[in-house]
């Protein structure tokens, strides 16, 4: 039973360029989340996805922005890329909206130069 | 928005010695989490508690509530080089999105 998996595992861009993350949930999971952590924080909400569509969302630009597909994994955009946009970047799923635990995989560690 | 503020910042112990994790806000919390996240890995869940007082242990790990469900700890007895990481406290708010403390990193000295 695969856990989540994401990729790539690192990632490096410059100034404006654009980038898309993937993520496939643990298996049984329907409802993916994507995390910000910069070196030496604690990971800060970026979006929530659920049947398809934004459920949930954090204080992020709408230059971040995300899309699940069908079987449920997902994608994050980020367009226009700022030297702070760079930090590892994690997915996390789980069942349904209301409860359960989730599930972070190892997370895309991306390079803004 | 609402903040939960873990002490300390950074912790180093003698290996065996006990470890200690506050988590504080200013208002009333209706859940809180701890994850554990090695250094180079990702946050792995590691309880939720709900109830006012509530104490839940696993193993050497000991996790507590506070009465008025403003505060959090986390306490590991007898510290192993393989507790060595950062520990985040969060709250889960609305679906699932989950909102995390400052976290205190944990190192252990062998």
């Known amino acids: 039973d695969a856990g989540v998996t994401q990729s790539p595992t690192h990632l490096i861009k410059t100034r404006g360029q654009q980038v898309t993350l993937r993520c496939s949930p643990k298996s049984g999971h329907d409802t993916v989340s994507w995390y910000q952590q910069a070196l030496g924080q604690g990971p800060q909400f970026i979006f929530q996805?659920?049947?398809?569509?934004?459920?949930q969302r954090g204080n992020f630009p709408d230059r971040f922005s995300g899309h699940q597909f069908p079987n449920y994994s997902s994608e994050l955009n980020v367009n226009a890329l700022l030297l702070g946009d760079s930090a590892l970047y994690l997915c996390?799923?789980?069942?349904?909206?209301?409860?359960?635990?989730?599930?972070f995989g190892p997370g895309t560690r991306l390079l803004v130069l | 928005g609402q903040q939960v503020m873990q002490i300390p910042q950074y912790q180093h112990v003698q290996e065996g010695e006990d470890f200690t994790t506050y988590c504080n806000s200013s208002?009333?919390?209706?859940?809180i989490q701890w994850y554990k996240q090695r250094p180079g890995g990702h946050p792995v869940f590691l309880i939720q508690?709900?109830?006012?007082?509530e104490v839940k242990k696993q193993k050497r790990l000991t996790f507590q509530f506070g009465e008025a469900k403003k505060n959090s700890s986390l306490h590991i007895t007898a510290t192993q080089t393989t507790d060595v990481g950062t520990y985040f406290c969060?709250?889960?708010?609305?679906?699932?999105?989950?909102?995390f403390g400052t976290g205190t990193k944990l190192q252990v000295i062998p």
């Open positions: 996390a799923s789980s069942v349904g909206t209301s409860g359960g635990t989730q599930y």
């Open positions: 969060a709250v889960k708010r609305g679906y699932q999105k989950v909102t």
């Open positions: 508690l709900v109830k006012s007082g």
């Open positions: 996805y659920y049947e398809e569509e934004e459920r």
């Open positions: 208002t009333t919390l209706s859940n």
